[in-house]
């Protein structure tokens, strides 16, 4: 009697196990299951409070199991700015995390998702190290707490008792635009510090990871996505930075339509290689987001542009590796101005042109998300239901940078992120009309000293990895940049060919790079000029 009681009593802890989402709490342990589809790492040490990026080393023994390449991280006072999971390289994942604040409770908690049907019998998951900020070891600083969880929940047992399920939050908005649904994460994060809105406290509580559903609109495929952009920032005083964001994925969108063939006019910089070119495709790197020019090597017939169309914004979509879409920046056509004297450069092919036959340019911003599937991608520029462009990518893996400093004869490094822009921008233009003299604030800028992936790489004393480029690029020439550690100060020279409206600039580094913007105002007089961080408040005004 007492023996089938045992059998009865173990039949109701396996049921229960079955039903509840498995959970093992273990430094290494066996997924118990192959519907588990979840898995989470809590660490915990004092150490923790002041490292500025992670390397979290996972083994899934003989490649029994495999990860998903997002990842999302919660903790006290920090937040993940960048993310990313590279593997397998034999049976190891290698989980990088750059942090913006401080940890204030020394926890901090990974999420991530198996592949679906990865799952072998018998997979084996360990943490097996953990580096901080500068490649240090600080496994043995740390306790480890691995959860594996399946999040579909069957809807029994009744003797289990289950809380209510949360939501998706809905943003309203006015009629007639369709309140865009905002997915929480799999567990509600604390809202750090400084958030200034509601709309800013979700998108850090996501992990800066914005994603919105589609909802089918009896507006055009670009309005409806721009309609879904502005909703998601009401009760926001700025627009979502997506420069400054991990993502803004778009979930259910319909195909994008693809457009004439055309590529990025990515700056040049002398000091140090960028980008790379593989025939048609062009390399870019996560972490990377920029301002540029559209060019067409075969324009094919020119498109005239009507006035109503001249004076809308033009959507960028990226579909990434995987078929997953996203907001990746905002374009617009811009008139160019001619002058007596100055000619155009003779390479520059214009297939958009007025009614009256003035000749137009493409510009765009585009941020390529740092949880994209690495490998081919396309962007397109969108008006209406067509597309004006479509530009074939490659992402490439973000690049490792480190910022260094000798200091009494030893190398001294630290990891660092790509470069975010702050507020306040100044830009001001003297009395005479020509000079400016811009002052951008920030983080993560870099000198004349780096290790860039594991080589140290050093420039001349009066060189920066640090550049910053305009676009477009007539009207400003630069004549001297400074970089601090918080700080860029230029001095340009304003020339008589620069065209008034929005002037975006890059901040580049081999890390990444960021996008600002100023008003060039008509007429140029001298004075303080209109500045942001965040060009999307300027291009969707």
Do not use: H
Not at 258 to 276: C, D, R, V
Not at 396 to 412: E, M, Q, S, W, Y
């Amino acid at each position: 009697m007492l023996q089938n009681k045992k059998i009865k009593l173990f039949s109701v802890v396996l049921f229960l196990l079955l039903f509840i989402g498995y959970i093992s709490k273990c430094n290494a342990d066996t997924i118990p299951s192959t519907d588990i589809d979840t898995y989470k790492i809590t660490l915990n040490g004092d150490v923790l409070n002041d490292v500025a990026g992670l390397n979290i080393f996972i083994q899934i023994k003989d490649n029994k199991a495999s990860i998903k390449p997002n990842v999302t991280f919660s903790s006290q006072g920090a937040i993940a700015i960048l993310s990313s999971v590279t593997g397998p390289q034999a049976d190891q994942f290698t989980i990088s995390l750059a942090l913006s604040g401080n940890i204030t409770n020394g926890q901090g908690v990974i999420n991530g998702n198996f592949v679906e049907e990865s799952i072998l019998p018998g997979a084996e998951f360990s943490v097996i190290k953990i580096e901080r900020d500068g490649g240090v070891d600080i496994t043995s600083s740390l306790t480890k707490q691995i959860e594996f969880i399946n999040s579909v929940v069957e809807e029994e047992p009744p003797i289990i008792e289950e809380e209510p399920e949360e939501e998706d939050p809905i943003i309203e908005e006015p009629e007639p635009i369709e309140p865009p649904i905002i997915e929480p994460p799999t567990k509600p994060i604390k809202t750090p510090k400084g958030a200034k809105s509601p709309t800013d406290k979700l998108i850090e509580q996501l992990g800066n990871k914005l994603t919105i559903s589609f909802i089918d609109t009896s507006s055009d495929l670009n309005t409806a996505f721009i309609n879904l952009f502005v909703g998601a920032t009401q009760g926001s005083k700025k627009k979502v930075d997506i420069s400054s964001t991990v993502s803004v994925e778009i979930k259910n969108a319909p195909p994008i339509p693809e457009g004439t063939s055309a590529k990025l006019e990515l700056p040049e910089i002398n000091e140090f290689t960028f980008f790379e070119e593989d025939g048609d495709l062009q390399e870019i790197p996560k972490g990377f987001s920029l301002a540029t020019d559209i060019s067409f090597n075969d324009l094919g017939e020119t498109a005239i542009v009507s006035d109503e169309d001249l004076s809308k914004q033009n959507t960028a979509i990226l579909v990434d590796a995987s078929g997953r879409k996203f907001v990746v920046g905002f374009g617009f056509l811009k008139k160019i101005k001619e002058l007596a004297g100055f000619r155009r450069p003779s390479n520059r092919n214009y297939k958009f042109q007025t009614v009256s036959g003035e000749p137009l340019e493409l510009v765009s911003t585009i941020t390529i998300p740092a949880d994209a599937t690495e490998g081919d991608a396309k962007v397109s520029i969108l008006n209406k239901d067509e597309s004006l462009a479509t530009i074939q990518l490659r992402i490439a893996p973000p690049t490792d940078v480190k910022i260094a400093k000798k200091k009494r004869g030893t190398l001294k490094t630290r990891a660092v992120g790509k470069p975010q822009i702050k507020e306040p921008i100044t830009a001001v233009i003297d009395s005479s009309g020509k000079n400016l003299l811009l002052e951008i604030k920030g983080t993560n800028f870099i000198q004349n000293l780096a290790l860039i992936d594991g080589a140290l790489e050093r420039l001349a004393k009066k060189s920066s990895f640090t550049n910053v480029t305009f676009t477009p690029t007539e009207g400003i020439k630069i004549k001297k940049i400074t970089v601090r550690k918080k700080a860029i100060k230029i001095k340009a020279e304003i020339e008589d060919d620069i065209e008034p409206g929005i002037k975006l600039f890059n901040v580049i580094t081999p890390k990444g790079a960021d996008i600002g913007a100023i008003v060039i105002p008509d007429p140029l007089i001298g004075g303080t000029l209109q500045s942001t961080s965040v060009p999307e408040d300027l291009i969707l005004e």
